[in-house]
């Protein structure tokens, strides 16, 4: 942890990270793994905007935090098919749609749970195995199939750098995601829209943001370092 976050405030680092954010971009507190005591110190700064990684946690806090509800809740890790419905219970933005099934699955269940979800296609244009998502060429594949999703509200692309790049190779994925963007948009799909990028963490959201990101994605710079 640097000496800066040892020695400010939750309500500190959010309003120094706000003064470096354009208004245009969306800050999303990544509070997983931090606690409910934390998430209400955030949200007395201003937060609005919460990214959990797993459903379960995610709805432990949710029942702690009722007396909060202007919260917007985003998953942002991993979705199991079988974790869907609950995903679709607990969350309005779904960042980590990584899979035409996944998408299908969410779509019937939505019509099911009469909702209609903000999503974004999780996109891998590096190599990683550590990360899901599609390349640029299966996207492309898939966005007719993806386009008959019509209880799904497809809102733009999500992307995480792989470990270990340099600078100027994590400012050009970003770069390429929102060419990217464009691309789709350009096609002009009825049911798929590309207003947002989610692509930046704590340490990278600013050559997001140079990038041209709508959404941050900030957990260790808001509340330090996880235990």
Aim: hydrophobic share 40%.
């Amino acid at each position: 942890m640097s000496s800066s976050q040892l020695f400010t405030t939750i309500s500190d680092r959010i309003a120094t990270i706000r003064q470096q954010l354009p208004e245009t971009v969306r800050l999303i507190a990544v509070s997983k793994q931090v606690s409910v005591e934390a998430m209400r110190e955030a949200y007395a700064a201003g937060i609005r905007d919460f990214g959990e990684s797993r459903v379960q946690e995610a709805a432990a806090k949710q029942s702690q935090l009722q007396d909060l509800p202007d919260i917007s809740w985003h998953l942002i890790g991993h979705l199991q098919t079988n974790k869907a419905k609950k995903a679709l219970e607990h969350f309005q933005w779904i960042h980590s749609l990584d899979s035409l099934k996944l998408a299908q699955a969410l779509d019937r269940l939505a019509t099911s749970l009469s909702t209609n979800p903000q999503v974004l296609l999780q996109v891998k244009l590096l190599p990683d195995p550590n990360k899901y998502g599609w390349t640029e060429e299966e996207l492309f594949q898939d966005l007719p199939a993806l386009n008959q999703c019509q209880n799904i509200q497809i809102k733009g692309l999500m992307t995480i750098a792989p470990q270990n790049l340099t600078e100027g190779e994590i400012l050009s994925l970003f770069q390429n995601t929102r060419s990217l963007a464009a691309k789709i948009q350009q096609q002009n799909w009825s049911h798929i829209q590309m207003q947002h990028l989610s692509m930046g963490m704590s340490e990278d959201y600013d050559l997001a943001v140079q990038a041209g990101a709508t959404m941050v994605r900030l957990g260790r710079t808001l509340f330090g370092e996880r235990s």
